[in-house]
């Protein structure tokens, strides 16, 4: 491995770009943490943002104006502004009203406040996608599952979610690459994640160019693997009859 890296730092020095500070260990070690950083921040915001997305969409057909309201209003209001504008008001408001309050006690870390934020801003988007998969589930099938007996609560958990999840699979997939470039706003508070580790390496040398090609790169890659898994899910969840 390292000689398949030396080589390509090589090759990459031919043609004016130079990778020799991968090879430094405060500027490897810096990378790798915040490589890994990113990808806990992607983790936990997608199955976070999943999770807001489905109560949201069933706030939003429930069919109940006193769930459906407050659901919609935070949704517009969520999706209309900027998520870095959105983590500004939760780190350096919210936070310090819960310093004040709790002091060192607050449970709230830099991490954590990404990650929430991440997640209530995408889930705003999920819940578009589902609640249209929702609507999308035809009669029908909703007529045979009240001829079961089944609750309104129960025809949504057993066979408007599984469907709705379904339908609306290609849409969740673009908002979850979105969701992985989306996490590059953690560096604006500080947190550790690649952005912001390369941000401290290049303070120290000459070699932003570098830096931010390798940057591009690993959100590539990231995105394109989200978008493999999604690909594969879509074939393996296709519904026969339908899309075709």
């Not at 943002?49 to 069933?58: E, I």
């Not at 709790?102 to 006690?105: E, R, S, T, V």
């Not at 591009?216 to 990231?222: C, E, K, R, T």
């Given at each position: 491995?390292?000689?398949v890296l030396h080589?390509?730092?090589?090759?990459?020095?031919?043609?004016g770009l130079?990778y020799?500070?991968?090879f430094?260990?405060?500027?490897?070690?810096?990378?790798l943490?915040g490589?890994l950083t990113?990808?806990w921040l992607?983790?936990?915001?997608?199955v976070?943002?999943?999770?807001?997305?489905?109560?949201?969409?069933?706030a939003l057909t429930?069919?109940?104006y006193?769930?459906a309201w407050?659901?919609r209003?935070?949704v517009?209001?969520?999706?209309?502004?900027?998520?870095?504008v959105?983590?500004?008001?939760?780190?350096?408001?919210l936070?310090?009203l819960i310093?004040?309050s709790?002091?060192?006690?607050n449970p709230?870390?830099?991490?954590?406040?990404v990650v929430?934020?991440?997640s209530?801003h995408k889930g705003?988007?999920?819940?578009?996608a589902?609640?249209a998969?929702?609507?999308?589930?035809p009669?029908?099938?909703?007529e045979?599952?009240?001829?079961?007996?089944?609750?309104?609560?129960?025809?949504?958990?057993?066979v408007?979610?599984?469907?709705?999840?379904?339908?609306?699979?290609?849409?969740?997939?673009?908002?979850?690459?979105?969701?992985?470039?989306?996490?590059a706003?953690a560096s604006?508070?500080a947190?550790n994640?690649?952005?912001?580790?390369?941000?401290?390496?290049?303070?120290?040398?000459?070699?932003?160019i570098?830096?931010?090609i390798?940057?591009?790169?690993?959100?590539?890659?990231?995105?394109?693997g989200?978008?493999?898994?999604?690909?594969?899910?879509?074939a393996?969840?296709?519904?026969p009859?339908?899309?075709?």
């Open positions: 491995m390292s000689t080589g390509l730092v090589g090759q990459l020095g031919q043609v130079d020799s500070f991968l430094d260990a405060y500027a490897s070690s810096k990378l943490e490589a990113t990808v992607c983790l936990f915001s997608m976070g943002s999943l999770l807001v997305g489905m109560v949201l969409a069933a429930s069919g109940r006193w769930l407050p659901a209003a935070f517009e209001v969520t999706r209309n502004t900027p998520t870095l959105q983590l500004y008001c939760a780190f350096l408001v936070n310090m310093n004040q709790l002091g060192n006690a709230m870390t830099p991490f954590a406040w929430l934020v991440i209530l705003a988007f999920h819940a578009e589902l609640r998969g929702i609507e999308a589930v009669a029908v099938t909703l045979a599952a009240s001829s079961l007996a089944l609750s309104r609560r129960q025809q949504l958990l057993q408007q979610l599984p469907l709705a999840l379904r339908f609306a699979l290609p849409a969740l997939v673009n908002n979850l690459i979105d969701l992985v470039k989306m996490t706003v604006a508070i947190v994640d690649i952005t912001y580790a390369s941000i401290m390496i290049w303070t120290q040398g000459d070699n932003v570098e830096l931010m390798l940057i591009l790169a690993f959100y590539g890659l990231l995105s394109f989200v978008n493999c898994m999604g690909r594969v899910l879509e393996r969840l296709r519904m009859g339908y899309g075709h």
